[in-house]
């Protein structure tokens, strides 16, 4: 497979399918969603396929369970790809519009950014998912799935692939690539290719991050913390410690290390050891902590660790800056928390923390698409450009600047006589 | 010097300094306006020192031109810092609104970027513009101008550190690199510096470019093209094209292909080599343009090139399709345009051609921050994310999520009776 010339043709249809209106791209996601429902007998034994090979590689339970695409997920799939055809479309949004002098407009209009590359491990509802929304905001895709879902993806692809062509969307906008060397040629084109979504373990994002010189819309590390303050309601304590930390311990939006201010660790730290033992977590402590309550000491590798397990390190502050100094210093930008009643303390950390997300009283797990009311989830990103914390569709998007003259010319507006702008607002 | 050590204590300041609050950012620009206007003594007798070091190294003229900064570079420099004091933060604006739930509201608000690099080539008007805009947005700075320039960046920087530090902006904010090596050093500390922006020749940007992993706010080529459709009003038609060529040839937003749709290049190409020939502007056209008027053949090297120079190469195409897949081929993705009096030709034009300035009906040149009422103008985008074409103030600011509960959490919202979010829009 020459993956340049794949991802040329991309590049050609998404100059099309940049010019695709609403309605012919909404008609394509129900058209998929169709073709998924109706070729569900097709999947189902593809999926039969990848797993039996998988049993016979003697894959991992739960990598088994993730791989598995019955018809529940099936189902699920199919109401994903309709639930986006309700969503406004991200492209062809006016930001900003602004008459220069009279009969010369100028408008700041959203536009599909182009070709995405997106590599994602096992589960096959990634494909379906990622090149739905790259669909619904004009976006070509090329993707590859992880090889233990080879057959399943295969099928998943072509179903989708052709039902978008047939319904309108431009040849060549859908490609998945299926060699491990593909993806390698896939990060080193990046005159082509605009932006790489990586869904998969820390490790494999971190590879995808090392390298390519695209930009890159994801995160490497969920290292969340909770910060018990001082001026903390106790009754609100417990309760955010251990639903940051164990509703969901695999997920990169739950907590790894709490905080807590020296005033009152003496009266939280018992409570919270005995809410997380209760939960099966194990505690690992700073010195401070030790001495508070019976717990295992954390070692200086424990400040930066991801568990995604029922573990949590646990350090006594002495106040608010150096809770902050803690987070921006160990932290990765995801999420983190402040338990407090003072609302002083509450923005000065809100100001300060340097992450994606900043709450207070609540919980870290609330660091989500969904919850976020966003509609749709393309990834959580920790960079500072571009897209920050959770990404819905505008993500996907970037923006053209279409301005419309009457002949108008820039030598009119210098020298002797210079004509003056405007600089007037328009509605949008 | 250590430029990680100089970086980290940057990136420490910023944490503080995206705290501070809009009117002690205006309060320092106007102390460091106030600063320059008194330091200005110092200031030329130091650019002196550079322009007399660089007449004894032969310095091309241009160079010189660029290095002098007399009393009236000072006053445009004091001008351009205090006009930014009127411009709205763009720091701190609250871009989305949602109540999740009763007592749980969501907001993303505006934040500064973090740390920004600053690459420039010898105009020490550079200094003072890119540093201001920083402290405007928010942003650490660590800057690296041209050598030629070293005792005047050297005075201006340490003027502007000092007001701005007085004014109660966070010590570290500002640091100028001084050697060659240092900025290799800083193009290595991805894991600090959030964004680099350059400010020189294309080879200088596209240098920059190839040897970081910081992303990087710029454009190596400008390679605008002006597209005569065979609807174009015929009076409009050599305003547009001259000007875009001629009105100013060193610079990006200058157009540097011609392209004539085959219907009207019997008539429009005569007119316009008059009109050209007339500015002294070497035309390169394609055989088809040879056929018609007597100028020098292009070579396929021509359609690549950024002249920045009275040169423009021509090309007559078949259709509107032709020249838009020529613009998208040879284009760098900066500004074309089209001539044309037929709306939806116009339209298919700004839809299809991917640059971040798709123009109807007038010059190239209008590609400008200045001309577009950006207030101020951080750089040219060329990216396919973050910015796009001229690029404002909130080209440096990202956003955070900020949440305030009331002791929320995950669980409540999963499972048996679980509630439902609210996802209601709050007025911003």
Redesign the interface.
Known sequence: MDIRQTAAAAKHA???L??VDTNTKNAALASIALAIDAGRERIVAANRADLEQAEKESLAAPLLKRLKFDHDKINEAVSGVNSLIDLPDPAGRTLSA?E?DAG?E?YQVTCP??VIGIVFESRPDALVQISSLCLKSGNSVLMKGGSEAAMTNRVLADIINRAGIEAGIPEGWLALLEARSDVIDMLALDDVI??IIPRGSNAFVKYIMDNT?I?VLGHADGICHVFVDKAA?L??VE??V???KT??VAVCNAAETLLVHKDIAGSVLPVLRGALFAKGVEIRGCPQTCAVIDVKPAVAQDWSTEYLDLIISVKVVDNLDAA?DHI?RYGSGHTDVIVTADPER?K?F???V??????????T???DGF???LGAEVGIST????A???VGLEGLV??????????????D??GKDAKK?T?RRLPI
């Open positions: 998404a100059i099309r940049a010019a602004t220069l010369l100028l950014i182009g605009d932006l010189n930009p309601d009754n609100m309760r955010i251990v639903d940051s509703q969901y902050i921006n509450g000065r809100m100001d300060l340097d992450s994606a997300g900043v709450f207070v009283n609540c919980s797990r609330f660091s919850r976020f009311g960079n500072k450009i571009h920050r914390g959770p970037i923006y053209k600047w279409r301005m419309l003259g009457h002949g108008h010319i820039v030598a507006y210098s702008f600089h």
